[in-house]
């Protein structure tokens, strides 16, 4: 699971992996960590990050993540997918997810040549499926999420890699 948030002029991308024993690797802008996550009885995460513990507690408004940890609150944004879009992001055939929701079903695989419109991954979001299709004709060159993800608005779905004419 890859998320991206904005925290003032600073970009951070998470790439959740989970392991075995319960725990996850975290990759944060380049650098891993191994994270516990267990819920607290008051709505919080009691987190051990490689082996420091945090008490942390969230609620999102729109694209914005509202973190408190230690004693200190941070804004952390969602980027808007139609935002990095228009800026030109390095991948522009990349597909997202339009609104929060969980991955129903994985329709491609690395490798897969596909064409704009063709539907690549079905969400379920508030009790309707969404078919995510292709931005672009393309090949699939990375998958970002797995049947039974959780995603948030604007999170990276699959990394496709658009194919020049010549």
């Known amino acids: 699971m890859t998320f991206t948030y904005q925290h003032h002029d600073q970009t951070y991308t998470v790439d959740l992996q989970p392991n ?6 975290a990759l ?4 891993s960590y191994v994270v ?8 919080g995460l009691r987190l051990t990050l490689d082996g420091e513990r945090f008490t942390v507690y969230t609620a999102a408004q ?5 973190v408190s940890v ?3 609150s941070y804004t952390l944004t969602v980027p808007d997918a139609r935002t990095a879009r228009r800026r030109g992001a390095s991948a522009g055939g990349d597909l997202t997810a339009q609104m ?3 991955i129903v079903s994985v329709l491609v695989a690395e490798g ?3 064409t704009r419109g063709q539907p690549l991954v079905i969400l379920e979001a508030m009790k309707m499926e969404i078919r995510a299709t292709a931005p672009s004709d393309g090949q699939v060159k990375r998958l970002l999420v797995q049947k039974g993800d959780v995603v948030e608005r604007g999170q990276r779905l699959v990394e496709i890699e658009e194919i020049s004419a010549e």
Do not use: E, K, L, S
Not at 20 to 25: E, I, L, P, R, S
Not at 28 to 31: E, T, Y
Not at 36 to 43: E, I, L, N, R
């Open 20 to 25: 075995a024993d319960g725990t996850y690797t």
């Open 28 to 31: 944060i802008n380049g650098r």
């Open 36 to 43: 516990q996550a267990v819920p607290t009885a008051d709505g």
């Open 62 to 66: 729109g694209n914005n993540r509202h």
């Open 70 to 72: 230690g004693g200190n």
């Open 100 to 102: 929060p929701g969980q």
């Open 112 to 114: 897969d040549i596909v």
